[in-house]
């Protein structure tokens, strides 16, 4: 039987397919690439990003109170000075004392914290004289950025209904000053008592300190 040409050329063509398909099927089973299979493939990534706990506290203008020269009331009593925090009533200090604001605290850290104050001097050892008074108390700043001013678990009002005298010994004044811009600042007001034996002079407490631990 006589074999032409044309079947030779389609049996070959034939037997090529078959060799190319038993291929494609092989490599597929071995994983073969995309363009073999004509199918997409894709690999997943993951991306991570820590951020750490900084615990940064600051006080801010005025950094410092200045009650400047004045001259004592007379009668025999104290001379009593305040801040010029509007929650206590500040801003009347007699004869030509000054008004200066009270310190603000701002957290300008990322996490919450519980804010102490104290003093390496206490009333005696600042202003001397005969029952001097050196206290303070938190107060809200009054601009709606009040960190620490309201509920039972961010309660600095609990302090406001008596002075806080200076020591030695750190007390607690908010139990959590957060950090949102939005709310991370709250006052401390400051008092004096100068009585009339004190002696004069500049006084001068450079001890005063403000403390941050983790909140409550």
């Known amino acids: 039987m006589k074999v032409t040409n044309r079947a030779l050329v389609v049996l070959l063509v ?3 397919l078959s060799i190319i398909t038993s291929m494609i099927l092989i490599l597929e089973r071995l994983g073969a690439p995309g363009f073999l299979s004509g199918l997409a493939t894709f690999d997943t990534g993951v991306v991570n990003v820590t951020i750490s706990a900084t615990t940064d506290i600051n006080l801010i203008e005025p950094a410092n109170v200045d009650f400047g020269t004045g001259s004592l009331v007379s009668g025999g009593g104290n001379t009593s000075l305040n801040t010029s925090d509007a929650a206590w009533g500040g801003g009347n200090n007699p004869t030509t004392f000054d008004d200066p604001g009270p310190f603000t605290v701002r957290n300008d850290g990322n996490t919450e914290v519980n804010i102490s104050i104290n003093s390496s001097n206490t009333a005696a050892t600042f202003i001397g004289g005969t029952n001097p008074g050196y206290y303070f ?3 809200p700043t009054g601009t709606g950025r009040d960190g620490c001013g309201g ?4 309660n600095i009002t609990a302090y406001n209904s008596t002075l806080t005298a200076f020591s030695t010994t750190s007390v607690q004044v908010c139990d959590n000053l957060t950090f949102a811009d939005t709310g991370d600042e709250m006052n401390i007001s400051i008092f004096i008592d100068i009585p009339n034996d004190a002696s004069t002079g500049l006084k001068t407490d450079s001890g005063f ?5 983790a909140a409550y």
């Open 209 to 213: 300190e403000v403390h941050a631990g």
């Open 14 to 16: 034939l037997a090529l």
């Open 151 to 154: 509920d039972d678990s961010n």
């Open 137 to 139: 108390v938190p107060s």
